[in-house]
């Protein structure tokens, strides 16, 4: 069983509103009716164009789902739902463990469906309001990862790039060696752009076409600029509404470029000087500004 779960937009809606009528329809009646019930596939296309989302599948088989919402400092967590087929092969843990950030998440579950509420508090997720013929609940998310080495930067990369979408900027600080264009590797990855990607330090940024629907990939080694006047001179302005700009060596040069932005601090966890292997590392998620 091969389960696979990426980030989508807007042309994967009818997959998901596929998915997620057929999970909604499956459970109790309530009333009034869930209104995931009278959203088709154009409402999805809509939500997924504006926040984005994830789609799960097993073997090429689209089995779950989820919608996006960042509100601010919270993402909702929107829609959330498996097909009754493919429940209890782990599909709604590898959605979850598939989002990352640093915002408070979010859902809303009704009062009528106590498993629903059981589902999320067994995943760390706490009632903070209950308002017929709603509950809220809400989890801080994890805001820093002790990461062992490289393929496990990678694979963290991957995850944050899996919930970036177009006109996201991602500021990377770290030392030198600290991993940072391994992060942007994975990253790339997970949004589906070019592969080979390198440390831009000598050709300054690089852009990295997506090889399906989703934003291109804007990587910029900030280290050798002196401000961010020269920053300015790469007119990155041109393509920062339709891609996702990383920026290395970003802090105090590139904040500017975007009214929000995704920090990513990278620290040596062990040092380990006498060998070019990535040692264990500690990385720390940071979202500024409204959201």
Avoid: C
């Avoid at 600290?178 to 080979?196: D, H, I, S, W």
């Amino acid at each position: 069983m091969n389960v696979e779960v990426r980030r989508v937009g807007p042309e994967a809606a009818a997959e998901v509103a596929a998915v997620v009528k057929a999970a909604f329809s499956a459970r109790p009646p309530l009333d009034p009716p869930a209104d995931a019930l009278a959203e088709d596939a154009s409402h999805v296309a809509a939500e997924l164009r504006d926040h984005g989302g994830l789609l799960a599948t097993v073997d090429g088989r689209p089995v779950g789902s989820v919608l996006l919402l960042r509100d601010r400092d919270t993402l909702w967590l929107r829609r959330f739902g498996v097909l009754p087929d493919a429940q209890g092969l782990g599909i709604a843990n590898a959605l979850l463990e598939a989002i990352t950030g640093p915002e408070e998440w979010a859902v809303l579950a009704r009062v009528e469906l106590p498993g629903t509420i059981d589902f999320w508090t067994r995943r760390g997720f706490v009632e903070v309001d209950r308002r017929s013929p709603y509950v809220e609940l809400r989890r801080p998310a994890a805001s820093s990862y002790d990461v062992p080495d490289a393929e496990a930067m990678q694979e963290l990369g991957a995850r944050v790039g899996r919930a970036l979408r177009a006109g996201d900027l991602v500021l990377l600080t770290g030392e030198l060696g600290a991993g940072k264009t391994t992060f942007t590797q994975g990253l790339g990855e997970g949004l589906g752009v070019r592969p080979g990607i390198t440390s831009p330090t000598f050709v300054i940024s690089r852009i990295h076409p997506s090889l399906g629907e989703g934003p291109d990939l804007v990587h910029v080694d900030a280290y050798r600029l002196g401000g961010a006047a020269e920053l300015d001179d790469l007119d990155l302005d041109a393509s920062l509404d339709e891609a996702v700009t990383v920026v290395e060596w970003g802090t105090g040069v590139a904040e500017q470029l975007a009214d929000s932005r995704l920090e990513v601090v990278i620290t040596r966890a062990v040092a380990d000087e006498a060998t070019d292997e990535l040692d264990s590392r500690r990385v720390e998620l940071r979202r500024v500004g409204a959201q």
